[in-house]
């Protein structure tokens, strides 16, 4: 393989029907036609009096006129001798690239393409400074993730432009989603005081990060500092009825009516009057039963839901864990719910979660944070069903979280069935593989600036890999996640490990 030298020419522009022109050229590689002197999707410039042109290879084709008649080849072949032996075929084989532009630079600064590259004309490989500027990238204090696909520059975008508008990270089981995540909390983790930290609340359904508990400075070869990591089993959870209000206990069941909300209303202001040390939902479950002014129906119904909830065990005097004192700049909260088979026990701890914590972002009780939400199909789906109880709520922070700085991280495997007023508002994402025609058609519906030929590559993606659409950078962009500081030991990754430690 050839040896990529920064800045070396790698090519010449040339004419075909309809190129060069604004947004598109074509150039003959140079060097040896069996080296790689240029991938597909590499970044490469072609300069011009008036500015950089920046531009991205399309795709690549082989070109021999020897073999351009399939009659003379299909000739030739039959005489059992191959073309060559008898004409110069390697002599007029090479390789020409199709190219997108992606913008112009001139004076330090993007802009938009507006002239057409002139035939002739050189195409160099882009030096890194000119690359990472183009891109916005922050190469001093950006979240270091990896590297750009086909290049030695490391991909660190800055944590306002990737995080600011919500996050979202979609691909397919096993293409390394939380993988990814892990690398991310990695980065946040690392930041020091004086560059400012988030609060990161993860909402972990299976359990995949529990092994950060484990951390330390060490792990994250940080030199001097702490690592604040909690973790928090779905069984120590306890939401204080005394805070909930009638229609939070509306939400959490399916069809209450408006009767019965008031009726309800009523009963809670009754109880905060005559229990101000706290009350539970038995204390109400009794009060309605014993409250003739409520229709017998209305009392049924009312106490069936209430007993419902009860039974899952999730409410109480108290809040555990108190979110206040829990949620803090830099700490790293892990909310563990793989003890809960029960989807609507994860349903109810989510919607309380996720508006308790926009409640106290907005009276400023807690500092800006980030929600990471795996699975975040099964808590704000599309389509509406009973169980889809956070949907509302998350959709809310969706849309004005990002005043308060209370962001989203939402992470799906498929993302066709997560509600589309969530994914509309994430302004960044991050696409692994995806094979799934509806889940790609999707994506390509709710993701600006992605074309026909990203969306194609995404089926290609090798695990690890991931496509950035949205603010994050100036064009998509492709980046292999770099590898983690910190593995979890003990786990199972594959069938053939599961099998051998289970069959003794």
């Not at 119904?301 to 005097?317: C, H, M």
Request: proline share 4%.
């Amino acid at each position: 393989m050839t040896e990529k030298k920064p800045y070396a020419k790698i090519g010449t522009v040339i004419c075909e029907h309809d190129s060069p022109n604004v947004m598109n050229f074509s150039f003959v590689v140079e060097g040896d036609v069996e080296d790689l002197v240029v991938r597909r999707g590499e970044f490469v410039i072609v300069d011009t009096k008036d500015g950089t042109v920046i531009a991205r290879v399309q795709n690549l084709v082989r070109v021999n006129r020897y073999y351009q008649h399939a009659e003379a080849v299909r000739e030739y072949q039959s005489r059992g001798e191959p073309l060559r032996s008898i004409f110069p075929t390697d002599r007029w084989q090479y390789t020409v690239a199709k190219v997108q532009v992606l913008g112009l630079w001139f004076e330090d600064r993007p802009l938009r393409p507006y002239f057409a590259v002139s035939p002739g004309a050189q195409v160099r490989r882009v030096k890194e400074d000119i690359l990472a500027a183009f891109l916005k990238l922050d190469r001093e204090e950006g979240l270091r993730l990896g590297k750009l696909a086909h290049h030695e520059l490391e991909f660190s975008p800055s944590i306002d432009r990737l995080l600011s508008k919500h996050l979202a990270i979609l691909a397919m089981s096993g293409a390394g989603k939380s993988y990814f995540v892990s690398v991310l909390l990695e980065e946040m983790l690392k930041r020091r005081k004086e560059q400012g930290r988030l609060a990161i609340i993860v909402v972990d359904v299976h359990g995949e990060y529990t092994y950060l508990k484990n951390l330390t400075p060490s792990s994250l070869e940080i030199q001097d500092g702490l690592i604040d990591v909690e973790h928090i089993r779905a069984s120590h959870i306890q939401i204080p009825v005394k805070s909930l209000e009638a229609e939070a206990l509306g939400a959490l069941v399916a069809d209450m009516s408006a009767v019965q909300v008031r009726d309800l209303r009523r009963v809670i202001a009754e109880m905060r009057k005559t229990k101000q040390d706290g009350y539970t939902l038995n204390d109400i479950i009794d009060y309605v039963r014993n409250d003739e002014t409520i229709s017998k129906n209305t009392r049924e119904a009312l106490v069936g839901w209430l007993i419902n909830l009860e039974d899952t065990g999730l409410f109480g005097r108290e809040a555990l864990p108190d979110i206040t004192s829990t949620v803090k700049s830099g700490k790293l909260t892990l909310i563990d719910l793989s003890d809960f088979i029960s989807l609507k026990k994860k349903q109810i701890v989510v919607s309380h979660l996720v508006n308790e914590l926009l409640y106290l972002r907005r009276r400023g009780t807690i500092p800006p944070f980030l929600l990471v939400l795996e699975e975040a199909h099964q808590f704000c789906p599309e389509s509406r069903h009973e169980l889809a109880l956070p949907k509302s709520r998350i959709e809310t922070i969706a849309r004005e979280g990002r005043k308060f700085f209370a962001l989203l991280c939402l992470i799906s495997q498929r993302p066709v069935k997560l509600s589309t007023t969530v994914l509309s508002q994430c302004s960044n994402q991050a696409i692994l593989r995806a094979t799934n025609p509806y889940d790609l058609e999707h994506i390509g519906r709710s993701s600006e600036g992605i074309d026909r030929e990203a969306l194609d590559t995404i089926t290609t993606l090798e695990v690890g890999e991931a496509l950035f659409v949205g603010e994050t950078v100036s064009v998509p962009t492709f980046v292999k996640i770099r590898k983690r500081h910190f593995e979890p030991t003990g786990t199972i990754q594959d069938l053939s490990q599961a099998m051998k430690k289970t069959d003794k």
